[in-house]
């Protein structure tokens, strides 16, 4: 069974940087599509952002696009998210997830994602 682990979450200023980290262990990590997920206090979890198996293709929500890069190492088992330009509504709890499957497409809905990190916190003042 997979083990995700996210590191890197704090609290930063609005136009500021963050990058996060997702460390995989105990399981197949390169040939599974990766992603993160946010949960805002009091709102459900929401997409932000998918990386293909081959890191070659990456997909991002519109309320992220242009500020926020995926990215992973896989002879690492890593898998990064480099914000930038965050705003007080990028706020949550950041979860990575690794799909059910395969090979599958970073465009796959966030039911195909059945391991879970426990969470990193990012904080963005105003």
């Known amino acids: 069974q997979v083990q995700l682990v996210e590191s890197g979450g704090g609290l930063v200023q609005a136009g500021g940087s963050l990058r996060l980290s997702c460390a995989a262990s105990?399981?197949?990590?390169?040939?599974?599509?990766m992603a993160w997920f946010r949960q805002a206090p009091g709102k459900d979890r929401t997409f932000v952002a998918a990386?293909?198996?081959?890191?070659?293709?990456?997909y991002y929500s519109d309320s992220v696009q242009g500020r926020f890069t995926i990215s992973r190492v896989n002879a690492n088992n890593t898998m990064y998210l480099q914000m930038s330009s965050l705003k007080p509504e990028d706020t949550a709890v950041y979860y990575c997830?690794?799909?059910?499957?395969?090979?599958?497409?970073?465009?796959?809905?966030?039911?195909?994602?059945?391991?879970w990190g426990q969470g990193t916190q990012v904080t963005v003042s105003s």
């Open positions: 997830a690794k799909q059910r499957r395969p090979f599958g497409s970073d465009r796959l809905g966030p039911h195909e994602y059945t391991s």
């Open positions: 105990g399981g197949t990590f390169s040939t599974y599509t």
């Open positions: 990386v293909s198996w081959s890191g070659h293709t990456a």
